[in-house]
């Protein structure tokens, strides 16, 4: 381009309300959903979040994928603020994590509580001198994950981070740290956990977090109704269950919807019941989740009813099981850890 028709360019006009981006959400109340954002949305909550204020590169590990609302921050973020963004075309795998952090020198980095626990597992971990800002978020981080990482980010915070496709980010816990927080609500964001009958809660009591925030998303692509669903008025049912402390930060203790959280992954119970329940000699099956702090998972475990003429054994079951499902991007890590048996009485 020469320097006439760079100058004779002109910008176009932009209607602020119109769509610029379309997210996926987390696919927790069934099918994933094209979350809708507008350009207006997107400046208001995409940028104030992010501010380095340093002559130094700053470096940032990107570990999520694009079409998740953590992938497309940081790459909206990083090109504002002229960052470093590393991205590895290898699978993001614990000690490639630690290896891309210290040969890098990687400032920041997004992760889940599953990912932090293998980190710590991982044999001679050396310190991560590097690090700023350990930002730990997807889904609740036990205090024992915060405590055993931070002492390897001798340079750095570890804090935790609350958000969601639709509403971005909705709480940080950043300058005054309380392990097992999610910390305070973000500039321009209200939040209140309410009780089934839309009733605002007090200080510690559990109840369902919803958000209001001054631009709202623009709701789900083509799905006017499950738009509506998503709504009481003009807050955002988040479907997580929390409450606030009487410092008023918040604490994420449950998930009002039925889907379980493992690698960071959304599993549906259903299909892994309909796994189960092609076997022969399965009379039905309940699947559920064990929340382990430790590793950061839902540690998936089956209940099933056999057939009285059938001589099925656990591990039959689990063999069949742990080898067949259809979504292998989300399940290929994963296991059905325990089977237990039940007469249907």
């Given at each position: 381009m020469d320097s006439d028709s760079v100058d004779d360019f002109v910008f176009p006009s932009t209607d602020p309300n119109s769509i610029i981006l379309i997210i996926c959400s987390s696919g927790s109340t069934g099918f994933q959903k094209g979350v809708?954002?507008?350009?207006?949305h997107v400046i208001q909550y995409f940028f104030p979040y992010f501010n380095q204020n340093t002559d130094k590169p700053f470096v940032v590990l990107q570990s999520s994928y694009i079409f998740w609302f953590s992938g497309i921050y940081f790459i909206i973020v990083g090109a504002l603020y002229k960052c470093v963004r590393?991205?590895?075309?290898?699978?993001?795998?614990?000690?490639?994590?630690v290896d891309i952090i210290q040969d890098y020198k990687v400032n920041s980095l997004m992760?889940?509580?599953?990912?932090?626990?293998k980190i710590l597992q991982i044999q001679n971990l050396k310190r991560l001198d590097s690090i700023t800002e350990l930002v730990i978020a997807g889904s609740a981080a036990s205090k024992d994950i915060q405590n055993n990482i931070q002492k390897f980010i001798p340079n750095g915070i570890v804090c935790n981070a609350y958000g969601c496709s639709e509403e971005n980010y909705l709480t940080i816990n950043k300058n005054v740290l309380k392990y097992g927080s999610c910390g305070l609500p973000v500039d321009n964001t209200e939040l209140m956990v309410v009780d089934d009958d839309f009733k605002n809660l007090g200080p510690n009591e559990k109840g369902e977090i919803c958000s209001r925030l001054s631009i709202q998303f623009s709701g789900y692509f083509d799905e006017?109704?499950?738009t509506?669903?998503?709504f009481e008025g003009d807050w955002f049912k988040t479907g997580d269950i929390g409450y606030f402390d009487d410092d008023g930060y918040l604490y994420i203790v449950?998930?009002?919807k039925e889907l379980l959280k493992y690698n960071n992954y959304q599993v549906t119970p259903s299909e892994i019941e309909a796994v189960i329940n092609e076997i022969k000699g399965i009379v039905n099956s309940s699947v559920v989740g064990v929340y382990d702090a430790n590793e950061g998972n839902d540690?998936?475990?089956a209940f099933v009813i056999v057939d009285e003429s059938s001589n099925l054994a656990e591990n039959v079951i689990l063999e069949q099981v742990n080898g067949k499902h259809d979504n292998k991007s989300a399940?290929?890590?994963?296991?059905?850890?325990?089977?237990?048996?039940?007469?249907g009485k």
């Open positions: 809708c954002k507008s350009h207006k590393i991205i590895s075309i290898k699978p993001i795998e614990p000690q490639s994590v992760i889940a509580p599953y990912a932090v626990s006017p109704e499950k509506q669903e998503a449950d998930r009002k540690i998936i475990h399940y290929d890590e994963m296991s059905v850890e325990q089977c237990e048996f039940n007469d």
